[in-house]
């Protein structure tokens, strides 16, 4: 069985008390933090930077985090997250003129590297690049917002992408991301994903831990 992951999206918490939600979630059996940055420009809407990363990890906070860029450019947020304690960096192909160098300066700064690709577009954007990923990142939803819901043409893509990494050799993390919930989490391992995205399906409940235990407890 892989080793399955489960990464709160930050996006669906109390940003009045961040830190505290985070510690929640993680002693709740989280094990990923997973950040999602936006900057009104790749995706209409505006969250948080690099500053609030560092903050996190001053407040003691040590497990992994998993930073989503949803910006154009990407590589300045690249050195700035590589800086704030980040450890995956995932970026959105079209947001960089060169994916490739871009990839190459994450691994450079020490953090494991990630390529998004949007729901319409294609899985060629990681064909050529696989020796230089450590993740690649379905968005089961348009980028931009929590609390959408999963496009279902999402589960033939994750089979294509799980076909692509076996064949490929490399160690490389399969992540969903939008939408995912209680009830249709095992269909999304089944078609292969290991690491899994909920923000409104953990930050929307009252019981954090209740909320992880169903979603661990649909993976089998
Ligand atoms: O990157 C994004 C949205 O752009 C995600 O990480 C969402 O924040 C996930 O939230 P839910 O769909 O699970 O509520
Ligand atoms: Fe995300």
Redesign the pocket.
């Known amino acids: 069985m892989p080793e399955y992951k489960i990464a709160p999206?930050i996006?669906s918490a109390d940003f009045a008390r961040l830190g505290e939600e985070v510690e929640t979630v993680l002693s709740a059996g989280a094990d990923w933090v997973?950040?999602?940055v936006m900057d009104n420009r790749y995706v209409p809407n505006l969250t948080i930077g690099p500053m609030v990363c560092q903050a996190l990890r001053e407040h003691g906070i040590e497990a992994p985090i998993?930073v989503?860029l949803?910006v154009e450019p990407v590589d300045d947020m690249i050195r700035m997250f590589a800086d704030a304690g980040a450890n995956y960096i995932?970026f959105h192909p079209e947001a960089s003129r060169h994916p490739d160098r871009s990839l190459q300066l994450i691994r450079s700064l020490g953090c494991k590297a990630g390529l998004?690709l949007n729901p319409a577009s294609s899985l060629d954007a990681a064909k050529y690049v696989m020796d230089k990923l450590d993740m690649i990142?379905l968005?089961s939803v348009n980028?931009g917002f929590g609390g959408q819901k999963f496009i279902p043409s999402t589960l033939a893509k994750l089979r294509e992408a799980r076909r692509m990494i076996d064949a490929s050799g490399f160690d490389i993390r399969l992540e969903i991301?939008?939408g995912v919930n209680r009830d249709n989490i095992a269909d999304i391992a089944a078609a292969g994903a290991d690491t899994f995205?909920a923000?409104s399906a953990i930050f929307g409940t009252a019981d954090y831990a209740e909320a992880i235990g169903a979603l661990r407890s649909s993976l089998g």
């Open positions: 999206s996006l997973h950040f999602d998993d989503h949803m995932t998004a990142l968005m980028p991301d939008g995205v923000g």
